[in-house]
């Protein structure tokens, strides 16, 4: 079974800190994604990557960016963490068009 | 761009019966898939079920079945012989098939709270 790691499943920061996301897959899987979840509006993407080094902006980048440095790890990084952030972020990965297999979620809490 | 509509916020049914959950979908592209997410509130996605858009044949798993409507653009999902269990979100989502070497990320509906009861 693919397993998808995300490194902690609840975050508390302060208004302005850098946070970091932590997502790690163990099927080799080309593809990774981060989603934002908030109630009423579903999952929305924030950035995707397909392969190492490389990134694709999703639909709501704005105040994130990622890291691919290792295909089995893929990191998101609110540069500076704002409330508006708080939210449940949710690290996935596949292979071409196979369903995407999730991580549990970080639910971050920013005050 | 493609998006995804789930009209129905919340649904309720009673145990041992039958629900369908709705989704629409809008998109230019000929090939594509569909699938029904389901997150109960240990909060962990899991596949339900999937449809690949060339296929006529609606997709089954079990006790799930979807009716897929390519022409209406439609994807509902029926649960039957409905359980405590299925107790969850559930998600409608799309994915593009272009072969254009990037990744294919999923577009997702706003999703449905279903609530089975005794």
């Known amino acids: 079974d693919v397993k998808v790691t995300q490194s902690s499943r609840y975050l508390v920061k302060r208004t302005g800190e850098k946070v970091f996301l932590e997502c790690v897959q163990d099927?080799?899987?080309?593809?990774m994604f981060w989603y934002r979840q908030d109630p009423g509006l579903g999952l929305r993407l924030i950035y995707f990557s397909y392969d190492v080094k490389m990134k694709e902006k999703g639909d709501i980048p704005e105040g994130y960016s990622v890291s691919r440095e290792k295909k089995e790890r893929f990191s998101l990084i609110l540069e500076s963490a704002s409330t508006n952030q708080t939210s449940m972020y949710l690290c996935?990965?596949?292979?071409?068009?196979?369903?995407?297999?999730f991580g549990n979620g970080t639910r971050l809490t920013v005050t | 761009a493609q998006t995804v509509t789930q009209s129905q916020p919340e649904m309720s049914v009673q145990e041992a019966e039958t629900v369908t959950l709705s989704c629409t979908y809008d998109t230019s592209e000929n090939n594509y898939y569909l699938f029904w997410y389901k997150q109960p509130p240990s909060r962990q996605m899991i596949l339900v079920i999937r449809?690949?858009?060339?296929?006529?044949q609606n997709a089954t798993e079990n006790r799930f079945s979807v009716n897929f409507q390519k022409a209406a653009k439609s994807f509902s999902l029926k649960i039957s012989d409905s359980q405590l269990g299925d107790t969850a979100m559930y998600f409608c989502a799309f994915m593009g098939a272009s072969n254009t070497g990037t990744a294919s990320k999923l577009t997702f509906g706003t999703g449905t709270r279903l609530q089975v009861t005794l």
């Open positions: 996935a990965s596949t292979y071409r068009f196979s369903p995407l297999h």
């Open positions: 099927m080799d899987h080309e593809n």
């Open positions: 449809q690949e858009a060339y296929k006529q």
